[in-house]
Structure formats: structure tokens, C-alpha cells
């Protein structure tokens, strides 16, 4: 899952199959092993998993938005929608560090040679060009929703459905091309740090992973009070803070929804 190994590879390879440090032809910069397939792998397999999640309980909120005949949705419990979106969102949240982690490990990708290549080439980087593309745009936007902050001109829900579908698409076709390299660097060790030269250039693949984890865990801790309520003190972030007077939460204020004076208005109660 945009592994940074293969016959163009910036990073070369010794004989144990690790990656050891890496440099761009053009500009002679060293990059530390850290950035190797061992930890592109598997930053790639939890992102996977969030947006499997992400995509499952988006499509259960479209076709509850847009019934179908042969889709049915029970009525009991009265919490499971709230489960399924709070998923939705957490998960999205979750994605974004994992995202931003997954482009840094395949960095000097960027700068293998040849820039432009063959056919097969410039088909290889359109694809992943449109699964970036694709996975910034929906995280970015789906993010912009939870805020209610609407900076783009389309209406949202058409186009985050349409752009999950390209999203998933790209994923599953980048999985499948690259399915032997990240088979091969689910299996390489994470804890070699050395690289060529002798020396450690920059944190160890643990430590990375694990700041990763952290991050992830941090996004998710801060987002996901609106939807755990035992959760609700440490969610900073939470878009929907404050409980309504029925015991549900807040979603705009009167000055947000612009219903002020109707608020304070005597007919309104």
C-alpha cells in the first residue's frame, strides 16, 4: 500500500530484505529506514481498517437517507444509528493521522526515477494519484461537515457518497497490485534502526508506529465524547458539546442556526 519498494525503489535493499537508508538521485539526501515498507505496511493495514469502517457505516446512514426496497433498518434500539455514525466519524478521524503518517513513509517515493517512466509507469502513479487524491478529499471535507463549516460551493452528501466509491476503488486496486510487497513487509522486523553507513538517521520504525498510534488514539479520544458519553469530559474536540433540554446534544446554537429573535420570541413557547 504505497510501499516505497520495488525495482524503481529510492530505498535499496540488503540481503535480509530490509530496506536500509535511502537517497533521491537528484539530490543525494539520506532518508532513514523508518521510512521503509515494515512500517508503510502496516500503518496501511490499520488505515485499511479505518476506512472499511468509515465506508460501512457511511453506506448504512446513505440508504437509511435514501431507502432502497431491499434495504430495512430496525427501530430498536433506539442508540444504534448513534453507534453506527459515531463509528463513522471516529473512524474518518482516526484515518487522518494514519493518512498523514502513510504519505511521510513513502515520501522519497516521490522522487524515484524515472519521474515520468513508461506506460505502465504513468498508469502506476495515476492510480495512486487518484487513491491521494481521493482519501485527502474525503477526510478533509468529510472534516469540514463535522465542524458544519461549509467552504466548498457543492451540496455534501451526493458528492462524499460519490468520491467514497472512487476512494474505496483506488484502494482496493492499490491493495491487489501491491498485495506481495506488503505481504512481504508485514513479515520484515520493525525493530532494525540501522542504516547504511552505520547510524540511526531520525526515530526508529517503533517509534514511529507508535506515535502513530498515539496520534490516532489521541483524534479519536478527543472527538468521540459526542457519541461515548462517559467519553464526553475528555473530547475536547467534539463538535456536539452540551446537552439539550430533552437530554440530547447541542448540535448549533440559536445564533449559529440564525433563529435568535424567534428563540426569545414569547409565541415560541
Known amino acids: 500500500m504505497w510501499s516505497n519498494a520495488g525495482p524503481e525503489s529510492v530505498g535499496r535493499s540488503d540481503t535480509s530484505g530490509d530496506d536500509v537508508a535511502s537517497e533521491t538521485p537528484s539530490h543525494g539526501r539520506r532518508f532513514s529506514e523508518n521510512r521503509s515498507t515494515a512500517v508503510t505496511a502496516r500503518v496501511g493495514s490499520w488505515l485499511g481498517v479505518a476506512v472499511a469502517v468509515c465506508m460501512v457505516t457511511g453506506l448504512v446512514s446513505h440508504f437509511i437517507q435514501h ?93 462524499h457518497y460519490a468520491m467514497a466509491w472512487v476512494a474505496v476503488g483506488a484502494v482496493i486496486v492499490h491493495v491487489a497490485v501491491k498485495l506481495p510487497v506488503i505481504r512481504r513487509a508485514l513479515g520484515e ?55 439539550g433540554p430533552q437530554g440530547v446534544p447541542v448540535n448549533r446554537t440559536a445564533l449559529a442556526a440564525g433563529v435568535s429573535r424567534a428563540a426569545k420570541s414569547p409565541d415560541y413557547r
Open 67 to 159: 431507502p432502497q426496497p431491499w434495504f430495512w433498518w430496525p427501530t430498536r434500539p433506539v442508540w444504534l444509528y448513534r453507534v453506527t455514525q459515531g463509528l463513522h466519524v471516529t473512524s474518518g478521524i482516526a484515518a487522518i493521522p494514519l493518512l498523514v503518517v502513510k504519505l511521510w513513509s513513502v515520501w522519497p517515493k516521490l522522487f524515484a526515477r524515472p519521474v515520468i517512466g513508461g506506460l505502465t509507469r504513468q498508469l502506476e502513479r495515476l492510480s495512486i494519484l487518484v487513491l491521494v487524491g481521493a482519501m485527502i478529499f474525503q477526510l478533509s471535507t468529510g472534516l469540514l461537515n463535522i465542524a458544519q463549516w461549509y467552504a466548498f460551493d457543492f451540496f455534501f452528501p451526493p458528492v
Open 189 to 243: 522486523s520493525i525493530d532494525r534502526s540501522a542504516v547504511e553507513g552505520g547510524g540511526a538517521v531520525g526515530p526508529s520504525r517503533r517509534t514511529v508506529l507508535m506515535g502513530a498510534g498515539v496520534a490516532t488514539a489521541v483524534a479519536t479520544l478527543a472527538t468521540a465524547g459526542q457519541t461515548v458519553p462517559w467519553l464526553k469530559r475528555i473530547s475536547a474536540l467534539a463538535p456536539r458539546s452540551g446537552d
